[in-house]
């Protein structure tokens, strides 16, 4: 086991992982910009280091600077957390030629997978059903020509990373110039990689993911399915395990698909395989996560597996000490994300509490929300028995948790749990206005 690891990372999942490693034993390492040099993280951590100024490409994409700190604190393994630089296999080349563990998939898994129009080619060979698509496209009138062979309307999206960005809605070909432009323009910004591919759009359709875990060793695990289908923009609002579109017999098939997947790639580390689940009841495979999403705090809270810690351990050749036989997935968790709408400082946090509610935050009182990074303040998640009961649950968290001094969307997150669609499951990814 590693005796320190460096955190890559910012925001509430840097302070989630820094907590998994004080359990461990684990000591941290923490780096911060400039705009960051008070928050939470810092604080926390056994160790921390300015590395650059408030924009994420002087600091927290600074690969070189992340590097050269790492080996200086003393730390075995850098820990990328999501986002940033978590499925960038430049940066985990560089962990390797210095003699640091990168904590995600190993190197070549990396080069593989992380270029997702090349991705789905390999899952075409696993038995899941890939959406039509193509590799990456070089130009507006190459992705035209693909979508007409395919037919509109299309998806185009960038090859390199996540998080709803360089991603664009086609409707018709006078579109796909522009659309082209912007996102691969955007995926430069968020990745630093602008290649696109384009795959057909299937509506009306749910988002519907899987999480694993595999090891070094070929053991593999799926900790079941979150239905991530409230979205805006393509970002995540709200998310849930199990989903209530899933049947028994669905996810059971899904699972023992998924495990066979990545057994058949060659994974290591923990993953997510993305579909869309169309209304005949046909499952989708849209892209594979190679990292740790934000959302994987719900499938923790319903399995009761610690899905950092099992990083980590993986990272360091720790093998699975459980079976797919092992997994419980009884119960009920919904997640809602709270997000900023406006810049300025914390002036009031509370939390809410009682059994099972958990709120993964980097707030405390004086925090500065700046302008520079993502507008994600935390997680509410809670779980119960039942569907039913973990939706009054959270209803009653979301009226309790105050944060004062930035505007936020609570009061959003209470409508949607109030919604009568999505208190019948019975909701897609138009729930939130999106076509």
Same mark, same amino acid.
């Given at each position: 086991?590693?005796?320190?690891?460096?955190?890559?990372?910012?925001?509430?999942?840097?302070?989630?992982?820094?907590?998994?490693c004080k359990e461990m034993g684990v000591a941290t390492?923490?780096?911060?910009?400039?705009?960051?040099?008070?928050?939470?993280?810092?604080? %926390?951590?056994? #160790?921390?280091?300015?590395?650059?100024?408030?924009?994420?490409?002087?600091?927290?994409?600074?690969?070189?600077?992340?590097?050269?700190?790492?080996?200086?604190?003393?730390?075995?393994?850098?820990?990328?957390?999501?986002?940033?630089?978590?499925?960038?296999?430049?940066?985990?080349?560089?962990?390797?030629k210095n003699g640091l563990v990168f904590i995600g998939? +190993?190197?070549?898994?990396?080069?593989? %997978?992380?270029?997702?129009?090349?991705?789905?080619?390999?899952?075409?060979?696993?038995?899941?059903?890939?959406?039509? =698509?193509?590799?990456? !496209?070089?130009?507006?009138?190459?992705?035209?020509?693909?979508?007409?062979?395919?037919?509109?309307?299309?998806?185009?999206?960038?090859?390199? =990373?996540?998080?709803?960005?360089?991603?664009?809605?086609?409707?018709?070909?006078?579109?796909?110039?522009?659309?082209?432009?912007?996102?691969?323009?955007?995926?430069?910004?968020?990745?630093?990689?602008?290649?696109?591919?384009?795959?057909?759009?299937?509506?009306?359709?749910?988002?519907?993911?899987?999480?694993?875990?595999?090891?070094?060793?070929?053991?593999?695990?799926?900790? =079941?399915?979150?239905?991530?289908?409230?979205?805006?923009?393509? #970002?995540?609002?709200?998310?849930?395990?199990?989903?209530?579109?899933?049947?028994?017999? &669905?996810?059971?098939?899904?699972?023992?698909?998924?495990?066979?997947?990545?057994?058949?790639?060659?994974?290591?580390?923990? $993953?997510?395989?993305?579909?869309? %689940?169309?209304?005949?009841?046909?499952?989708?495979?849209?892209?594979?996560?190679?990292?740790?999403?934000?959302?994987?705090?719900?499938?923790e809270m319903l399995t009761g597996v610690d899905l950092?810690?099992? &990083?980590?351990?993986?990272?360091?050749?720790?093998?699975?000490?459980?079976?797919?036989?092992?997994?419980?997935? #009884?119960?009920?968790?919904?997640?809602?994300?709270?997000?900023?709408?406006?810049?300025?400082?914390? #002036?009031?946090?509370?939390?809410?509490?009682?059994?099972? !509610?958990?709120?993964?935050?980097?707030?405390?009182? $004086?925090?500065?929300?700046?302008?520079?990074?993502?507008?994600?303040?935390?997680?509410?998640?809670?779980?119960?028995?039942?569907?039913?009961?973990?939706?009054?649950?959270?209803?009653?968290?979301?009226?309790?948790?105050?944060?004062? =001094?930035?505007?936020?969307?609570?009061?959003?997150?209470?409508?949607?749990?109030?919604?009568?669609?999505?208190?019948? +499951?019975?909701?897609?990814?138009?729930?939130?206005?999106?076509?």
């Amino acid at each position: 086991m590693f005796s320190k690891i460096l955190i890559a990372n910012r925001g509430e999942i840097a302070v989630r992982i820094i907590r998994a490693c004080k359990e461990m034993g684990v000591a941290t390492v923490a780096v911060y910009s400039e705009a960051d040099k008070n928050a939470l993280h810092v604080a %926390l951590a056994d #160790q921390s280091y300015c590395i650059g100024g408030s924009e994420a490409s002087d600091s927290y994409l600074n690969e070189n600077q992340i590097i050269s700190t790492a080996v200086l604190a003393g730390a075995q393994a850098i820990h990328p957390g999501y986002g940033f630089l978590s499925e960038n296999a430049h940066f985990a080349r560089l962990c390797r030629k210095n003699g640091l563990v990168f904590i995600g998939p +190993g190197l070549e898994s990396m080069e593989r %997978l992380s270029d997702k129009a090349i991705l789905k080619e390999l899952i075409r060979h696993t038995g899941l059903t890939v959406i039509p =698509g193509t590799k990456a !496209v070089s130009s507006a009138e190459e992705a035209r020509k693909a979508a007409d062979t395919i037919g509109y309307p299309v998806m185009l999206k960038a090859c390199s =990373g996540g998080g709803g960005r360089g991603i664009r809605l086609i409707r018709t070909a006078d579109e796909m110039e522009e659309s082209y432009l912007q996102a691969s323009s955007e995926a430069t910004s968020a990745f630093g990689d602008g290649s696109v591919y384009l795959e057909k759009y299937i509506f009306p359709a749910r988002h519907v993911e899987l999480q694993v875990l595999a090891d070094e060793y070929g053991n593999a695990v799926c900790l =079941g399915e979150r239905d991530c289908s409230l979205q805006r923009r393509n #970002q995540k609002l709200v998310e849930e395990s199990p989903s209530p579109a899933v049947t028994g017999a &669905q996810r059971e098939k899904m699972i023992g698909l998924a495990v066979e997947a990545v057994k058949k790639i060659g994974y290591v580390g923990a $993953g997510t395989l993305e579909f869309l %689940l169309d209304q005949d009841g046909n499952f989708w495979f849209m892209e594979m996560n190679v990292r740790l999403q934000v959302e994987h705090c719900v499938t923790e809270m319903l399995t009761g597996v610690d899905l950092v810690k099992w &990083q980590i351990r993986i990272a360091a050749g720790i093998p699975l000490n459980f079976t797919q036989q092992d997994i419980c997935m #009884q119960g009920s968790a919904i997640e809602c994300r709270i997000n900023a709408l406006s810049c300025g400082t914390l #002036q009031m946090l509370h939390v809410p509490g009682g059994p099972s !509610v958990r709120f993964d935050t980097y707030l405390i009182a $004086g925090t500065a929300v700046s302008p520079y990074y993502d507008s994600l303040l935390g997680k509410l998640i809670v779980f119960a028995k039942t569907r039913e009961e973990t939706l009054r649950k959270m209803r009653a968290a979301l009226c309790e948790l105050v944060i004062d =001094g930035i505007s936020t969307n609570i009061k959003e997150q209470l409508r949607i749990v109030e919604d009568d669609r999505f208190i019948s +499951g019975n909701y897609d990814l138009t729930f939130m206005g999106n076509r």
